[in-house]
């Protein structure tokens, strides 16, 4: 029961935890606790661990053991040791907290705090969501406080491990024998026996065969392989969707529906940025007296742009150009542009009439996902009330899913 005190007896963090332990209630069964009244169940260096502690980490280990493993009878969690393990837990905890109070080591509310939000699960857009954080405790059956008290003990221990260890210093006679066993080497001679050789040589019995198995037996166990029963919610249904919705999506998405102003160009590009290069662009604009005289100097076909792809200097040019317009040259970084305004499209937000469809594409899924979200809900909620998923199938008539036999790497 409790390994950790056996194990280390030796080392110095052991040392330095050893306490009394002075255990003054048992428990009994296998279940969630309740609470009647505020009670006792072990001291450590006369710090009490309450049944309210216990209770919690108690519910909380049951609660993992279950999403892990699913509905399990009361034969088996008993297998799991629970109690046992939750009491070790806890007894660390308050000798952690012993020895760091021993050593002025204290961790603040404000580092627990800035260690949660770090916790990449309770953010949204990469910074620290409440809403999230309480929605994820309440879904796991825990208290923030509860919570809170985990991140602490965590803390601590990092805190402790970091100023028993900082300190350390090695003798040079200490520092030459490591360098030495690191720095070894063995010369390993290899002849090779041909595994035919020792099969003809060796002779056995049913009853060598029987002792081996005896002896070697661990060898020879499955490993332990569980089957999960599930149901499937698909996000699929049929929804209706109202000219009202449409409408007021319509409106409140306007911007997804604005197109940008768009033009259709004929372009010459002069590569260099010296004075000769200038005059040559300068010199072929001039030559330029229609759009058609485009095709002398480039062979590259008209093509559409939209607004953005161009700078904001020459963005505002263009926005005042009009169609058959040559302009330029203008300046780059690798050389001059001579532009041809063949078309322009203004900027407009579609009509709905024209992007109807799409809103009802987007309504629909949108419903969809929010219906069968609402029903997993409901429906998880009715789960945990019959305790578990199998009882409240049995008791609804519903048919449940099942995956193969699946090993502990499967899962």
Request: hydrophobic share 40%.
């Amino acid at each position: 029961m409790f390994k950790f005190l056996r194990k280390g007896a030796t080392s110095l963090v052991a040392k330095i935890f050893l306490a009394v332990i002075v255990i003054v209630f048992v428990f009994w069964g296998i279940g969630t606790f309740t609470i009647r009244k505020k009670e006792l169940v072990a001291k450590v260096n006369d710090i009490p661990i309450t049944l309210k502690e216990f209770t919690e980490y108690y519910n909380f280990k049951i609660f993992q053991i279950k999403q892990t493993f699913g509905e399990l009878n009361q034969a088996t969690l008993k297998k799991f040791h629970i109690k046992e393990q939750v009491l070790e837990t806890l007894i660390k905890d308050k000798l952690l907290e012993t020895e760091a109070e021993k050593l002025g080591i204290k961790i603040y509310p404000i580092e627990i705090k800035y260690a949660i939000a770090q916790i990449s699960v309770f953010q949204e857009d990469g910074k620290f969501s409440p809403r999230k954080y309480q929605t994820i405790l309440n879904r796991l059956g825990i208290t923030s406080s509860f919570f809170e008290n985990l991140i602490k003990y965590d803390l601590l221990q990092e805190r402790i491990k970091s100023v028993l260890t900082s300190p350390i210093l090695v003798s040079e006679k200490e520092a030459k024998d490591y360098f030495n066993y690191t720095h070894q080497y063995l010369k390993i001679v290899e002849a090779k026996l041909p595994l035919s050789f020792c099969e003809n040589q060796i002779r056995y019995t049913f009853e060598d065969l029987k002792n081996y198995y005896l002896a070697h037996r661990d060898m020879y166990v499955s490993p332990l392989k569980i089957k999960l029963a599930y149901l499937y919610f698909p996000f699929k249904g049929k929804v209706k969707i109202s000219e009202k919705e449409i409408k007021r999506y319509y409106e409140k998405n306007i911007e997804k529906f604005k197109q940008p102003l768009r033009v259709k160009l004929k372009k010459i590009f002069i590569p260099g940025t010296n004075n000769a290069t200038y005059e040559k662009a300068l010199k072929i604009k001039n030559q330029l007296k229609d759009l058609k005289d485009f095709k002398k100097f480039t062979k590259e076909p008209s093509t559409w742009f939209e607004e953005s792809v161009f700078p904001p200097r020459l963005r505002f040019i263009i926005e005042k150009a009009k169609p058959k317009e040559i302009l330029g040259p203008f300046k780059l970084e690798s050389g001059y542009l001579i532009l041809g305004i063949e078309d322009i499209k203004p900027a407009q937000i579609l009509p709905l009439n024209k992007v109807k469809s799409e809103i009802i594409k987007e309504l629909k899924k949108e419903k969809i996902i929010q219906e069968v979200t609402s029903k997993v809900d409901s429906i998880y909620r009715e789960v945990i009330k019959e305790d578990g998923l199998t009882l409240w199938a049995k008791k609804e008539k519903v048919r449940l899913s099942e995956t193969k036999y699946l090993t502990r790497k499967e899962l």
